[in-house]
Structure formats: structure tokens, C-alpha cells
């Protein structure tokens, strides 16, 4: 196993993201190979529990109400087509559910009591669970971990320098406050973020300083490709080149040698031959089945025959992690609190966001 460290620095990590890139990928798929089976990936189906409507104006989401997309919202799923799903993934070869809302927080009430059933419903399964339900708190995570929910994910997306071009409706303050809410429970931490907003390099290496230096370190980090989607603020940008996304993984590997590094959303701008490229330089994760929330990936039979083609073999549920018992309602420990944190709200303006939220409005 490689030595995990906590200190990474900004230019430590860019000096390894601009190595030659033969010698990139062979550093990465050397750390890789001491560290996981090179010929193992897991594969998570990303379920839209909620989809649409949300309050928040990250530039880069189909799904943020102010912005005028194609999305079409829908309200809470119930359990039962919750549970349908879920063995349609499993019997897909998927080890993990990853269940997303667009809330900018949870409330305690019933929708909240509804996802726990979800959780408590999957984990029966015997299959992962994940949830992504924007900023929660420490008893929300208590209660979440309960439940059997395996993991949580709450991307930091970019650098916190870049992070206020990007969203104004929160700070980058309030994406650590609930990754250390997570950690109080004995949830495991999915932390990521997007390349290709318009960021610099060193924002890229300054995203991976803040998930690096978190200990501990993300047990899963999602390296998502901006989908530039038609209505949201950051439309017009161009697909960022298969090599960035590339020395991405292969330094997000080498810094964290022990995390499950994600490719997720942006692998439809894909070949087969830059996938092959990403899991050489140490991805080990994918999101499988025809959507990502809202934006398109590869169906989960081209997913099959690629794996087929590069000989890889689907990860098993629980190897990293034992399978956490579920708690039933009636015997938690930990009751809603009907908590109101004040999460920040810093209001500044993003011009690209303010646009397209004035499109939006002109076109309704
Ligand atoms: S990324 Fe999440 S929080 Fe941001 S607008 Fe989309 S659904 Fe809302």
C-alpha cells in the first residue's frame, strides 16, 4: 500500500498534473496497481429521486429552476419505484445506488422519512447506497447512517478561489461544514468535482489540495467532464480535451492511492480508447445506465461490452467497506430535530448566471 498523505501542496500538484505524460501514466498506474486490482471497476447507477426545481444557481446544472433547460422536474419517487429501479441496476451488474435529490438541504419531515425507507429498502438489498441531497447536518447524517446508507456525496466541484464564479447561493464553507457532518457518522465521504468550467489549471490542483487534505481522505472521488447543456449559464463552453480529463485521474490517483477515483459525467464525449486511458491511469469507478441525473451517458450495454473488450470485471458491493445494518424507524436514536441551520447565503453576482437567468425569463 502507498503512504496516504494529508499535506499536499498546490505546486506538488501541479508539477505532477504537467509531468511528461508518459511518465504521468505510468506513476499513476504504479500507485494504482499497489493499491486496488487494476482490472476491477466498480459500477453505481445514479438515480434522479428528485429532479428539477432546485433554489440554488450552480452554472452548470440543468436543474437549477432559475435557468431555462429542457428538464422536466418531477416529484419525490415513491419507495416502491425506488426499490424497482434499483433491482434493475443490481441485476445490471451495478454494486451501488446513488440516489440524487435537487434540494439545497434537507428537511426533517416526511419527504426526508420517505428517502430513510429508500435507503433502508436498498441496503436490504444488499447493495451500496449513496444519497446526494445537498447540505445536511450532523443528526441528519446520524439518522441517514441508520438507515444503512453507505455513502454520501457532496461534490466540492472546483477550487474554493473558482467556486464563487461558479455559485452564489452557498460557499465553499458550507460543502466542508457537511462533509465533516458525514464524518461524525460512520458514513464514507464521496467528494468530487467538474472540470471544464472555464477554471485554471490551478484551481483544478486547488480542488484537489482541499479533497487531499481532508483526513480522512474521500473514500470515492467523482472526476465529472462539464456536460454543457443547452439554457444554463456555462452552455457555450467547449468539451475539455480527453488528456486533461486524463492527467486528472492519473494525479487524483496519485494523490489519494487508496480512493475509489470516478469517471462520471462527460463519458459520452468519450471513446473507448480515452476510458481505457482514465482506468490505466487509476479510475475505478463508473456511473452505469442511459442517464446521469438529467444529462446522457452510455447505455449499461456498451458499458458490459467495453468491459468485455478491456477485460475488466465489475467490483463486487461491500469489498471496500463491510455492509452497515440497518436500523428500523421505530428504533432510532436519533430523532428529527426540525433544525433550521443557517447556511451561508453570499448573494454576490456571477454575470454568466445573472444572463442566463435574464434569458430564461425572457423566454417563458
Ligand atoms: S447542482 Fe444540485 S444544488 Fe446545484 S442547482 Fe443542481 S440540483 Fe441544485
Redesign the pocket.
Given at each position: 500500500m502507498s503512504e496516504v498523505r494529508h499535506n499536499w501542496t498546490k505546486q506538488e500538484i501541479l508539477d505532477i498534473y504537467n509531468k511528461p505524460f508518459m511518465e504521468l501514466l505510468y506513476e499513476a498506474a504504479t500507485v494504482h496497481r499497489k493499491n486496488h486490482d487494476p482490472n476491477t471497476v466498480q459500477v453505481s447507477t445514479l438515480l434522479s429521486i428528485k429532479t428539477?426545481g432546485?433554489?440554488?444557481?450552480?452554472g452548470?446544472?440543468?436543474?437549477?429552476?432559475r435557468y431555462h433547460t429542457n428538464v422536466e422536474g418531477n416529484d419525490l419517487m415513491s419507495v416502491s419505484q425506488v426499490k424497482a429501479q434499483a433491482l434493475r441496476a443490481k441485476t445490471a451488474g451495478s454494486s451501488r445506488v446513488c440516489m440524487?435529490?435537487?434540494?439545497?438541504n434537507v428537511k426533517d419531515g416526511p419527504e426526508f422519512d420517505q428517502v430513510l425507507e429508500m435507503v433502508r429498502t436498498i441496503n436490504k438489498l444488499d447493495m451500496e447506497v449513496c444519497c446526494?441531497l445537498?447540505m445536511i447536518t450532523e443528526n441528519q447524517a446520524h439518522r441517514l447512517a441508520e438507515a444503512g446508507l453507505y455513502a454520501y456525496n457532496h461534490?466540492l466541484?472546483t477550487s474554493e478561489d473558482y467556486y464563487k464564479d461558479v455559485?452564489s447561493?452557498?460557499a465553499f464553507k458550507d460543502r466542508l461544514d457537511t462533509i465533516d457532518n458525514v464524518r461524525k457518522s460512520n458514513v464514507t465521504v464521496c467528494s468530487g468535482g467538474i472540470i471544464g468550467m472555464g477554471e485554471a489549471l490551478e484551481d483544478r490542483a486547488g480542488m484537489l489540495v482541499a479533497l487531499s487534505t481532508l483526513d480522512p481522505q474521500p473514500e470515492s472521488v467523482p472526476i465529472n467532464a462539464l456536460v454543457a447543456v443547452e439554457g444554463t449559464p456555462m452552455a457555450d463552453l467547449p468539451p475539455i480535451p480527453i488528456w486533461d480529463m486524463v492527467r486528472m485521474v492519473a494525479t487524483t490517483r496519485i494523490i489519494m492511492p487508496e480512493t475509489q477515483v470516478r469517471l462520471s459525467a462527460g463519458r459520452t464525449q468519450m471513446s473507448r480508447e480515452g476510458q481505457a486511458m482514465c482506468f490505466f491511469a487509476g479510475a475505478n469507478s463508473i456511473f452505469a445506465g442511459d442517464k446521469l441525473?438529467t444529462t446522457p451517458n452510455p447505455d449499461v450495454n456498451e458499458d458490459m461490452a467495453m468491459f468485455k473488450l478491456l477485460g475488466l470485471n465489475p467490483q463486487k458491493a461491500f469489498t471496500k467497506v463491510s455492509q452497515p445494518q440497518t436500523v428500523e424507524a421505530e428504533d432510532s436514536q436519533y430523532a428529527a430535530k426540525g433544525e433550521k441551520p443557517k447556511w451561508t447565503r453570499p448573494g454576490h453576482t456571477i454575470d454568466r448566471n445573472e444572463a442566463a437567468k435574464k434569458k430564461a425569463n425572457l423566454t417563458e
Open positions: 428539477g432546485c433554489p440554488e444557481d450552480c452548470y446544472c440543468p436543474q437549477a429552476a440524487g435529490a435537487a434540494w439545497r446526494t445537498g461534490n466541484d455559485i447561493t452557498r441525473l
